[in-house]
């Protein structure tokens, strides 16, 4: 077993001990953050319009920058450059904490996300046995976050929309860790780099191409139905009932403005990169692929999923928070505890 | 098809299917104080206190069951109040209700028990002119703030007189509402006027239980400007003609324009010229279809949330009709492009070109057409949205006195193009399309139907146009330079527009201007409807019917 | 007197109209808390202040808002023919709170005034309006009407003008760049104290009308006073 990049920096810097570990783990986690702060800022003020653009027809911002891609640049010191509002009647250390607790959540579960190698030094900061559950319990750490943000608001709007948020949030978490817990099956082991190596075997060999074993191959049923549930997860269409502008303005963001705003903005960003990258790790085999380095086929896959949420985004409609409550409880949970039984029940008889 | 259960005879009616007026003043007997002579048909004149009762027997006994507009006036010794009647069966069967009360006591029984249309009518009638309504079960100002002084299209209202208008931050709705069951668990909540989903600045004040919707009273007037007492400042002849662009103005400008051409050349005894009416039809139906276009594209915005392919796409096809408009009228969306007695030009040159351009825009809608069905009608997260939500019965519809694209989808089989017809619309073929449903999936699929429809009426147009002889091109009529209608001669006139039937009442005073000039909005009255739409839906589906019933605050506020 | 003269006076009355609304402190919205601190304009404050507003001027989000006529062609602008997003100004934000540039697309009548200015209110600072249509600028074909505001400048300060009936996108688009260059260039319209503001109704003066209106308003409700005689 590799590594981890905690270990690494340590030994770089040549400082062992309790020191070294200290030194180690925070800039391992500064340079992990940054690396995913930086995808968020690609993709939420410039790639996502350029996306959308694309799937409007329409060319998107061109003007500053090589395609437009100074905006980036714009949009962040613009946002964080606004005054802050602070409505009067806002319960405030709640209002405060919530885009807080939504970003770090999502930030959070990158901890243990193994993101591959790079110049053979392995990203990944920690490599705890219940990996997978780490991720699950501080990625749901989030409603908690949304249900802040709508309540101490003062506004109706944001209310409805905290509360649709954690309804949502919880019809949802269920099949998706069900669906989890199918791969564990397969896999024996909560431990992600566990899961990674469990899918590294080759499947079958298609002439020269060596299809490999991952699970979203071996049972692409359990990856739909973690995809949808994931989409609900972070709340994009057809599920994005939390935000739902048509129906109640910005949901649980609506009196929310400049720094915070950015905060809220960019937790949703992380969380659908830190979907996308328990997809990959779970069911795409995590950061392998052929001649690229690791850590190149993991951005790959997450910016995949992000793709899929940005492109259910412009073309479905958004359901109805009563349907959607229906189709968590009543379709997805079956599902998923479908799927749970009848993996359950192959790996058995394989077993045997 | 309609769902209309088929009747015996209605009284007044002759066996070839006219109007007889003695027959009905007969049925009327006990009531009918005089009988007048308007334009468009004969006036009643009746009590002020027998309102309900003369509608009633009017609606049961004759088959008047659309109250198509109410209008209030001033006169110098009197105030007036006449409630235009027709038919959904044939609109041609029309009749008006002339109702005086005295200057001094502005009283006058409410028609709101009889027809729920009245209820709007009659407020706007209080708020604008002044008449008061017995038995009306809620007498307020709809268009004009609250604490508004005076009633300003009444003779004696100062315009310069200063005013105050507050800003409650937020009402309490239990002061005055009684209908939210449980008092403990509603939650009051003001959708608009600044909102997204209101298609502009409609204040909905919503009472929620949980998610459901308990009560929702919709607040209009914040683009009320006055578009009456504009059009009653100005001259028939040039001055009236760019308002009503603005009316409905989702690119349906002609259609309002033809209305008010409609109704002037019928006051002045004008005839319009064949070569021009067919123009007047091809244009029309343009603008039908981008009002439609956009009808489709903003209801898809209200259930897909933020913007959205199928709205781009809308646009895209809205940009292409519109370059044909501007090609043809010189604007992109205030055409004011009808003349009494005509056009204001000829098609542009070089000829073959713009038909070439309006050919492949009509090839093109029907493929276009099928990628709407795909994206919107074919999508079955799109049905599980808005089947069986927003439902309107029938006789609800009539009721509230819908027409247009929310009345054919609740199945009545009403379109002033074929049942009233003017311009060329009685030698070209078309249908007219109904849906069963009843719900917003109806609505926005009688849309998705009518834009086909309209591009084959463009088609065929064209097929005239291309044809027609060149020294037969006449575009105007000889209309004189001033128009001044005899005093006292009254007309309502509508128009099949792009939201339903939009009327014109006028009554000339002699002068070059309307004396009084009123406006039927078929926005108006399809939003009354919301009431049975929203309740007891959830605040998505009330966003999806309200985006279903295709306001347009312009045309609803005036 | 002359016609010269008389212009003269016109413009001079014009100004002071402009100053006696404007009161101190105006025009600091761009200026740095960091540059009153210095008082003097140092190299680094400058280059600073100077990016600010080139990202200030690169980057907006428009607040969704639809009034009348003039909010179709917004659409349209916003959407792929005109495309603004090209120029960074393209993101429709639903909630004030969140938008910088206001687009007032359409006649403002009375009830809906105090609403405006409310809207207004609740955008963060810097904010820019852009103001669509004639009925914007002086109330337009509606300017006689009874119950017509005679331009938005009447309610909120109105950084650019785009006139038209309704202006074309591609006259929006010109708008908003011009927006855009002011802002890059560090100017702004001076926020001034408008004819009609939100007072407490127990604040107004007590003529006739706030006494005949007493028994509806509470003293601490918000309103707006529209005296038609002063307008334009």
């Known amino acids: ?352 | ?558 | 007197m002359s016609k010269e003269q008389e212009l003269h006076d016109t413009l001079e009355q014009a100004q002071s109209t402009q100053e006696a609304r404007m009161g101190s402190g105006t025009d600091d919205r761009f200026n740095s808390k960091l540059r009153e601190a210095f008082g003097a304009s140092p190299f680094i404050l400058t280059k600073f202040d100077q990016f600010m507003n080139w990202v200030r001027g690169n980057s907006m989000f428009m607040l969704l808002f639809g009034i009348a006529c003039c909010s179709i062609e917004m659409m349209h602008t916003y959407a792929t023919k005109h495309d603004l997003d090209r120029f960074g100004a393209g993101v429709p934000r639903a909630s004030p709170r969140q938008a910088d540039v206001i687009i007032v697309p359409g006649t403002i009548v009375s009830k809906f005034g105090p609403r405006l200015k409310r809207v207004y209110d609740q955008m963060p600072e810097p904010k820019f309006v852009v103001s669509m249509g004639s009925c914007t600028v002086s109330g337009g074909p509606f300017q006689e009407g009874y119950n017509v505001i005679k331009g938005a400048e009447e309610i909120i300060p109105v950084d650019i003008h785009v006139p038209g009936c309704p202006p074309r996108p591609e006259a929006l688009v010109y708008g908003v760049l011009k927006l855009q260059e002011q802002i890059r260039e560090g100017e702004s319209a001076p926020v001034t104290v408008k004819p009609y503001e939100l007072e407490e109704f127990g604040d107004l003066e007590r003529d006739e009308l706030v006494q005949q209106l007493a028994n509806e308003i509470d003293e601490d409700d918000l309103v707006m006073r529209y005296n038609w005689v002063d307008s334009p």
């Open chain 2, 1 to 558: 098809m309609s769902l209309e259960q088929p009747r015996q005879r209605d009284v007044g009616v002759t066996p070839d299917g006219e109007l007889d007026y003695d027959e009905l003043a007969d049925l009327l007997e006990e009531y009918l104080l005089d009988r007048e002579e308007h334009m468009n048909a004969q006036g009643f004149v009746v009590r002020p206190d027998e309102v309900a009762a003369v509608l009633e027997t009017l609606r049961e006994e004759a088959g008047f069951d659309h109250l198509s507009l109410v209008t209030a006036q001033d006169y110098q010794d009197r105030y007036e109040s006449i409630y235009h009647l027709k038919k959904y069966s044939d609109p041609t069967h029309e009749l008006s209700v002339v109702v005086p009360t005295t200057r001094e006591n502005p009283l006058s029984q409410s028609a709101a028990p009889v027809f729920e249309t009245a209820n709007w009518h009659e407020r706007e009638a209080y708020d604008l002119v002044g008449i008061e309504y017995d038995e009306h079960p809620d007498l307020r100002r709809i268009l004009l703030p609250e604490t508004w002084q005076g009633h300003p299209l009444s003779s004696d209202y100062n315009q310069d007189q200063p005013q105050i208008v507050p800003l409650r931050e937020q009402a309490d709705p239990m002061e005055h509402k009684t209908q939210a069951p449980d008092e403990q668990d509603a939650m009051f909540v003001n959708i608009g006027p600044h909102h997204p989903a209101t298609h502009g600045v409609l204040h909905l004040k919503t009472v929620l239980d949980g998610e459901q919707v308990v009560d929702v009273d919709p607040d209009i007037g914040y683009l009320h400007r006055c578009e009456e007492q504009m059009c009653e400042q100005s001259t028939y002849r040039h001055q009236i003609m760019p308002y009503p662009d603005r009316w409905d103005y989702i690119s349906a400008g002609i259609l309002n324009e033809w209305a008010y051409a409609r109704t002037a050349e019928t006051l002045a005894d004008i005839e319009v010229p064949d070569y021009a009416q067919v123009i007047r039809t091809m244009s029309a139906e343009m603008c039908r279809i981008a009002a439609h276009l956009l009808a489709v594209g903003t209801f898809a915005l209200d259930i897909y949330g933020d913007f959205t392919a199928i709205f781009m796409y809308a646009i895209t096809d809205r940009e292409k009709v519109q370059h044909l408009l501007e090609d043809l009228t010189g604007q992109r969306l205030m055409f004011n492009y009808l003349r009494l007695g005509g056009l204001a030009w000829d098609l542009p040159e070089p000829r073959e070109e713009y038909f070439e351009n309006v050919r492949n825009f009509c090839e093109y809608i029907p493929e276009r057409l099928e990628e709407y069905h795909n994206l919107l009608t074919g999508n079955e997260l799109f049905q599980m949205r808005v089947l069986d939500t927003g439902v309107l019965p029938p006789e609800k519809a009539k009721d509230y006195g819908c027409t247009g694209p929310v009345a054919r989808a609740s199945g009545i089989d009403y379109d002033l193009r074929r049942d009233d017809p003017y311009g060329y619309y009685d030698e070209l073929e078309f249908d007219v399309v109904t849906r069963d449903g009843c719900d917003n999936f109806a609505r926005a699929s009688v849309r998705l139907e009518e834009i086909r429809q309209s591009a084959r009426i463009i088609e065929q147009c064209v097929d005239l146009l291309e044809d027609w002889p060149e020294d037969e091109r006449e575009i105007q009529s000889n209309v004189p330079r001033t128009l001044k209608p005899d005093p006292d001669t009254e007309v309502y006139k509508a128009v099949e527009g792009a939201k339903g039937e939009l009327g014109i009442y006028i009554r000339s005073d002699g002068s070059d201007k309307p004396g009084r000039f009123k406006i039927r909005s078929p926005a108006f009255c399809n939003l009354q409807s919301m009431e049975v739409l929203a309740e007891g839906e959830y605040i998505p589906d009330m966003v999806a019917a309200l985006g279903s019933l295709d306001i347009v605050l312009g045309e609803v506020d005036r």
């Open chain 1, 1 to 352: 077993m590799s590594t981890l990049l905690p270990e690494t920096i340590s030994d770089a810097l040549g400082i062992g001990g309790v020191t070294g570990t200290f030194l180690g783990g925070v800039i391992g986690a500064a340079l992990v953050g940054s690396f995913i702060l930086v995808n968020t800022a690609v993709a939420g003020p410039w790639l996502k319009r350029k996306i959308m653009a694309s799937f409007w027809e329409k060319i998107g911002p061109n003007h500053i920058g090589p395609f437009g891609s100074l905006i980036m640049v714009a949009d962040a010191v613009r946002l964080i450059s606004k005054e802050l509002v602070v409505p009067e009647g806002v319960d405030r250390p709640a209002w405060d904490l919530a885009p807080m607790v939504l970003a770090s959540s999502a930030l959070l579960g990158f901890a243990v996300i193994p993101m591959g190698s790079i110049l053979g030094i392995n990203v990944q900061l920690a490599d705890p046995e219940v990996g997978l559950a780490f991720v699950f319990a501080v990625a749901s750490i989030a409603s908690v976050g949304l249900v802040m943000a709508g309540y101490a608001s003062n506004n109706k709007f944001s209310f409805l929309g905290g509360l649709r948020a954690v309804a949502q949030n919880l019809a949802y978490e269920i099949p998706l860790i069900l669906t989890g817990i199918s791969v564990v099956i397969f896999a024996g082991s909560l431990q992600m780099s566990e899961i990674v190596a469990a899918q590294s075997q080759t499947l079958l060999s298609v002439g020269p191409v060596d299809v490999p074993a991952w699970f979203g191959i071996l049972n692409p049923f359990a990856l739909a139905l973690f995809l949808v549930a994931n989409l609900a997860e972070v709340g994009r269409n057809p599920f994005d009932i939390p935000e739902a502008p048509t129906e109640i303005v910005a949901g649980y963001q609506t009196e929310y403005s400049s720094v915070y705003f950015v905060l809220l903005y960019l937790g949703e960003f992380i969380h659908i990169f830190l979907g996308g990258a328990i997809v990959a790790t779970v069911f795409l085999g995590g950061p392998a692929g052929p001649v690229l380095p690791g850590i190149v086929w993991f951005l790959v896959k997450i910016w995949a999923v992000f793709l899929f949420t940005q492109w259910c985004r412009s073309s479905l409609p958004r359901i109805r928070v009563d349907q959607l409550i229906g189709i968590g409880w009543k379709g997805l949970l079956l599902a998923s505890f479908a799927n749970l039984i009848v993996t359950a029940a192959i790996v058995g008889v394989l077993a045997v």
